[in-house]
């Protein structure tokens, strides 16, 4: 399976951005999804997952509230909706896909063996 994230771009602080991934070569329904980004400087960090079962969303606990995860099976895409956003929230954003069993947390980027290539949001304060 091949991911493509889409939908980065500047935006002013407590504004709003749409993110997605889209997925080809396999279905994505039986998967685990997820949401990672990077600051310059930074590691990557979890920002959301959505389950393969009952589309259970978890989330990092400095986006509660604020992001929301989703997906569509049918359009094999994964969504990022991202409201008041902050200029901390600027970062690369990448999609990750977990396509095996592991013992690692979906929180944990060791537990996704698919990357998309990231998409860039940068948040002006």
């Known amino acids: 399976v091949q991911l493509q994230a889409s939908g980065g771009g500047l935006v002013q602080a407590g504004g709003s951005l749409g993110l997605s991934c889209a997925a080809s070569g396999r279905t994505i329904s039986t998967y685990i999804m997820a949401w990672f980004r990077q600051a310059p400087g930074k590691e990557r960090e979890f920002v959301a997952a959505?389950?393969?079962?009952?589309?259970?969303?978890y989330y990092a606990d400095f986006v509660k509230g604020r992001f929301t995860i989703s997906r569509d099976n049918a359009k094999n895409t994964v969504y990022l909706q991202m409201n008041s956003l902050k200029p901390e929230d600027t970062a690369v954003y990448l999609c990750?896909?977990?396509?095996?069993?592991?013992?690692?947390?979906?929180?944990?980027?060791?537990?996704?063996?698919?990357w998309g290539q990231g998409t860039l949001v940068t948040v002006s304060s």
């Open positions: 959505v389950a393969n079962i009952r589309d259970i969303s």
């Open positions: 990750a896909a977990m396509t095996t069993s592991t013992t690692y947390s979906l929180r944990s980027t060791r537990a996704y063996d698919v």
